[in-house]
Structure formats: C-alpha cells, structure tokens
C-alpha cells in the first residue's frame, strides 16, 4: 500500500503563499499521475491539479489557472502544489492522490487509487 503525506498547510493572508508538500512511500512513484483535491466543510471534494506520471503532462481547475501550480519530483518521490494568491474561497482541507498507471489525467475522486490524510489551507481576509 502506498502512503501519502501531506505537509505545508497553514493560515495566510489572503493575496499570500503557500507551498504544499505530499511526500509518497512507494519507490515506483512514477508509475503514478498525482493529483490533489480539497474539500471544505459542507461541500464535495473538488478537483484541483494533476500532473502525469513523468511531469509532462498537466491539469489545473479553472478555479485556480494561474494562481496555482503543481509539479513533482520523481527522485523525491514528492509532488507539489504552489499556491499563489490565495483567496478566502480557496480554505479547504487539501488532499493529494495516487493514480496507479494512469492514461488520461483524471478530475475525479474516484479514479484515484491512494490518498493522504489531507492538510489545512486557510486563506484568511
């Protein structure tokens, strides 16, 4: 089973930073496309980013095009989602993902395989 930990969640001012971090256990993490997701209370897990399994390839919701950005790095087996001007909608609980042998970057929950244990975004006003 493959572990996934997030870290790099806190409380900013809106317009500030911040950098998540989800760090993976298996070796073979490039067999996986990652993704992360947030949930705020009340509401549906909503989609995020993706990245492809080498990084060539990615998907950001409309919602946050142009302020956030996700990368990985195999060797780390480490994927990242750099937040940038933070809004008070973008508060959530943020959760990566691990696709297994993915073909198509996925936008749904669903076709994720593994998933961490969230971290805490607040982008206060």
């Known amino acids: 089973q493959v572990q996934l930990v997030e870290s790099g969640g806190g409380s900013v001012q809106a317009g500030g930073s911040l950098r998540l971090s989800c760090k993976a256990s298996t070796r073979t993490f490039s067999n996986y496309a990652m993704g992360w997701f947030r949930q705020a209370p009340g509401k549906e897990r909503e989609f995020v980013a993706a990245?492809?399994?080498?990084?060539?390839?990615?998907s950001c919701a409309d919602s946050v095009k142009g302020r956030f950005t996700i990368s990985r790095d195999n060797a780390k087996s480490t994927v990242y989602l750099q937040m940038n001007s933070l809004k008070p909608e973008d508060t959530a609980e943020y959760y990566c993902a691990a696709d297994f042998r993915a073909k198509v970057l996925a936008s749904s929950w669903f076709s994720y395989d593994y998933w961490g244990t969230g971290t805490q975004v607040t982008g206060s006003s």
């Open positions: 990245i492809s399994r080498t990084g060539g390839s990615t």
